[in-house]
């Protein structure tokens, strides 16, 4: 994997996972309340999205009544299973839920300390 495209998938999981902190909004501090404002939205999938591209991924959304769920597998194989799924009330919730649990199972970067 090329080092730029390596960085660029550590950022995409940390921004991922700091999304997925359980923080009551009164507490919130507001770096993480810009970057929910940043990636809480239909144009925030699509930079996740575009991430994900860059990680040899692919996303799928669906909706199923009050329900989202999303689905990421390899680009390029057929898909019999996801690599990772994510069910929440939103769509961004789901597609962040689902993206930080395929980069956390597919992490192929060292296990040595690496600078974001």
């Known amino acids: 994997m090329h080092p730029d495209t390596a960085r660029r998938g550590r950022l995409l999981y940390?921004?991922?996972?700091?999304?997925?902190?359980?923080?009551?909004?009164?507490?919130?501090?507001?770096?993480?309340?810009?970057?929910?404002?940043?990636?809480?939205?239909?144009?925030?999938?699509?930079?996740?999205?575009?991430?994900?591209?860059?990680?040899?991924r692919d996303l799928e959304l669906i909706r199923y009544g009050d329900r989202w769920g999303a689905a990421i597998y390899w680009t390029g194989h057929v898909h019999p299973t996801a690599q990772a799924t994510g069910w929440q009330m939103t769509p961004w919730g789901a597609v962040q839920q689902a993206?930080?649990?395929?980069?956390?199972?597919?992490?192929?970067?060292?296990?040595?300390?690496?600078?974001?």
């Open 14 to 56: 940390a921004a991922l996972g700091f999304l997925g902190l359980d923080v009551a909004l009164a507490a919130m501090p507001s770096g993480l309340r810009a970057l929910h404002d940043w990636l809480d939205t239909w144009h925030g999938i699509g930079l996740i999205e575009h991430g994900l591209a860059r990680q040899d």
């Open 99 to 116: 993206a930080f649990r395929a980069l956390h199972k597919g992490l192929d970067w060292s296990d040595e300390p690496q600078i974001l």
